[in-house]
């Protein structure tokens, strides 16, 4: 039998295959760059524990993109965009300080954003 603990990490691991998944997908529907970036803030919000409390930002070379309702907190993750070595922008997320959880990202997390 699963145990209540092995049952929500294979619920947040589901989310994060769904989010990949779903950016993969729209990359094959031929969009312009910000608005590519703009539907993918929310894929990734999606994809975290408490999807509710994310922000997230996108930086790439000249364009910036914020989620709806962006808000910095003191709990961030930063990954780099890079193109062959060459760092091209950053995505940041950040959890609302609404969130009463310190460091309240999962390790699986970061890797997403890797």
């Known amino acids: 039998?699963?145990?209540?603990?092995?049952?929500?990490?294979?619920?947040?691991?589901?989310?994060?295959?769904?989010?990949?998944?779903?950016?993969?997908?729209?990359?094959?529907?031929?969009?312009?760059?910000?608005?590519?970036?703009?539907?993918?803030?929310?894929?990734?919000?999606?994809?975290?524990?408490?999807?509710?409390?994310?922000?997230?930002?996108?930086?790439?070379?000249?364009?910036?993109?914020?989620?709806t309702y962006y808000r910095e907190g003191r709990n961030f993750l930063i990954s780099e965009l890079k193109n062959k070595n060459k760092v091209l922008g950053k995505i940041c997320v950040f959890y609302s300080d609404k969130l009463e959880q310190n460091n309240p990202f999962l390790e699986e997390e970061q890797h997403l954003l890797d």
């Open 1 to 67: 039998m699963i145990s209540m603990n092995e049952k929500e990490q294979l619920t947040e691991r589901k989310k994060e295959l769904n989010c990949i998944y779903r950016i993969d997908k729209l990359v094959e529907e031929d969009l312009d760059v910000q608005t590519f970036l703009m539907a993918t803030t929310g894929i990734i919000a999606d994809g975290f524990q408490y999807p509710c409390y994310i922000s997230v930002f996108i930086e790439l070379e000249d364009i910036i993109i914020r989620s």
